[in-house]
Structures are given as C-alpha cells and as structure tokens.
C-alpha cells in the first residue's frame, strides 16, 4: 500500500507533464509560406536541442550525487537547483554553438531585439513571483531560527520561557543552515539565465526572408522557454520541500502563539503552488514548437 501509492502518483504526474506539454506545443505552432533556406536553421536547432539533452543528463547524475552526499537534508533539497543549473548551462553551450551567418556578401537589417520580447509572460511572472515567495519566506524562517544542540545556526526552530530557558526545540526548520546554499544556487541560476537570455538576443540571424525570420524567432522563443522554465525549477522544488518542512515543524511545536497555527495551511498552499509550477515548467521542457508550411 505504501508503495503502491507513490508509483500511482508518480505515473499521474508523469502523465500530466507529457499531456500539458502536448498542448503546449499544438498552441505554437509557426507556419511558414515556404519550406526554403531553412537548412542552417535546422542544424542550429539540432545542436542547441542536443545541448539541452547533455546538460539534462549531466544535470540528472549531478542532482543523483548532490542528494546521496548533502548532510543533513541539505543534498536533497539542492538537487533540484543543480538540475537547473546544468539544463541552464546545456542552454548556454548550445546558444554559443550556433554559428554566426557568413559569407561572401551579408545582410543586416535595422531592429532592436530586447530580452522582454522573448520571454515567457506567464512562466516568467510565475518565476519571479515564486523568486519573492522563497526569499521573503527564508528570510522569516532564518530570522526566527535557532542553533541545534551541536551548535550548528539555523536548524531549530525553539520556544523559550521567560526566563529564556529552552522550553522546546523541533527539527529540521530551514533557517540559515539551509538557507544559504538555497540562496546562492538561485543566485547563480539568476545570473546564468541572463547571460543565456543575453546570448539569446544578440546571435545574429542566418538570413532575412520571411521564413528564415519567423523559424528563428521561433527558435529564440523557445530557447528562452527553456532557459525560464530551468530557472523556474530551480526555484519551485526547493521551495515546495521548504514550505512542508516549515509547515509540518510549526504544526509539531508546542508553546507557539495562537495565530501562528494558521500558518501550517498557508504554507501547504505555498507548497502546492510550487508544486503545480514545478509540473508547468517540466513540461515546458518537454514542449517542443512545431514548423509547418501553409
């Protein structure tokens, strides 16, 4: 029984992911008027797509060595932002193999390309939005945190008397003894998915007819998909394990104030959105936009 439940539940999010990413990629699909000159762009798309996949599979052997060496439950809960880091860095190595257009003679054309026209609107307001939920409340379980009976910060969260002896110490709470690996892979994350958004932008196009452009904007999009949806992993797992652990450490505390019974079911909510976003950024992953000719 035990086991059969959480294989169900892993078949169904996996069924979830697959089917969400179908629909995504039947809703962007580029048509185009001819099906010429579109060789270089095919063999971008191979290289960065191949990119994606290695930085995906070294991202999956990182996390698995991440998970197994992290003390204290600090290796799980940065598995998830390893495994971004590396799709992100698959990303960036793929945008860096794409070849400049050459030749004999070149054409240039007179356009502002800026970051903003590529992103994702939902996935990266959903982003940002989980980026504030995670700081803002790592920032509350550090500053209510205590040390553990090693003398290790930020593992406990403690209520004393007023006399200021200990009165209760539950484990583990995220405070500043996890908090801070969190904090600096999301950081990293943040400033490798600007250089990719950057890298993005600023390639040069492989020609200027009308279907050359809207297959390599449609390229760029995507690469920028990727690269949100990455980050918007590196954000959302972590943040899903830490509002459980803070949810269910607050619940097993005594001598806590009355109203902070109600943060159990806030941080459950927290949880699931982040879970929910996990799933929404897999299968933007997964989703792949389709080149059709009218």
Same mark, same amino acid.
């Given at each position: 029984m035990s086991i059969g439940i959480p294989f169900i539940a892993l078949i169904l999010l996996t069924l979830a992911v697959v089917l969400i990413s179908v629909?995504?990629?039947?809703?962007?699909? /580029? @048509? !185009?008027?001819?099906?010429?000159? $579109? *060789?270089?762009? *095919?063999?971008? %798309? @191979? *290289?960065?797509? !191949?990119?994606? /996949? #290695?930085? =995906?599979?070294?991202g999956i052997v990182a996390a698995g060595l991440i998970a197994d060496t992290g003390a204290l439950g600090r290796g799980p809960m940065l598995a998830a932002p390893v495994l971004g880091l590396c799709l992100i860095l698959g990303t960036l190595a793929g945008e860096l193999a794409a070849k400049p257009p050459g030749g004999p003679i070149r054409d240039a054309s007179l356009e502002t390309r800026r970051i903003r026209h590529y992103l994702p609107r939902f996935s990266t307001s959903l982003a940002a939005? =989980? &980026?504030? #939920?995670?700081?803002? $409340? =790592?920032?509350?379980?550090?500053?209510? %945190?205590?040390?553990?009976?090693l003398g290790r910060p930020g593992r406990t969260l403690s209520t004393f008397s007023p006399d200021g002896m200990v009165r209760q110490s539950t484990s583990p709470w995220p405070g500043w003894f996890y908090a801070w690996p969190i904090l600096a892979a999301l950081a990293v994350a943040l400033v490798l998915s600007a250089l990719v958004l950057h890298? #993005?932008? @600023? *390639?040069?196009?492989?020609?200027?007819?009308?279907?050359t452009r809207a297959v390599d904007e449609a390229q760029r999009a995507h690469s920028a998909r990727v690269v949100t949806a990455a980050y918007g992993l590196c954000v959302a797992l972590p943040l899903s394990g830490i509002a459980l652990i803070a949810a269910g450490t607050v619940k097993n505390s005594a001598y806590l104030p009355d109203w902070s019974m109600t943060a159990p079911p806030a941080l459950?909510?927290?949880?699931?959105?982040?879970?929910?976003?996990? #799933?929404?950024? $897999?299968?933007? =992953?997964? &989703? &792949?936009p389709k080149v059709k000719v009218s």
């Open positions: 629909l995504v990629s039947m809703a962007r699909t /580029v @048509r !185009l008027p001819v099906d010429d000159g $579109l *060789r270089a762009l *095919r063999t971008t %798309a @191979r *290289r960065a797509l !191949l990119a994606r /996949v #290695i930085g =995906l599979v070294a939005t =989980l &980026s504030v #939920i995670t700081v803002g $409340l =790592l920032t509350v379980t550090v500053a209510t %945190a205590s040390a553990d009976d890298r #993005i932008v @600023r *390639r040069g196009r492989p020609g200027l007819d009308p279907a459950v909510g927290v949880a699931f959105l982040a879970a929910g976003s996990a #799933i929404w950024y $897999l299968a933007e =992953l997964l &989703s &792949s």
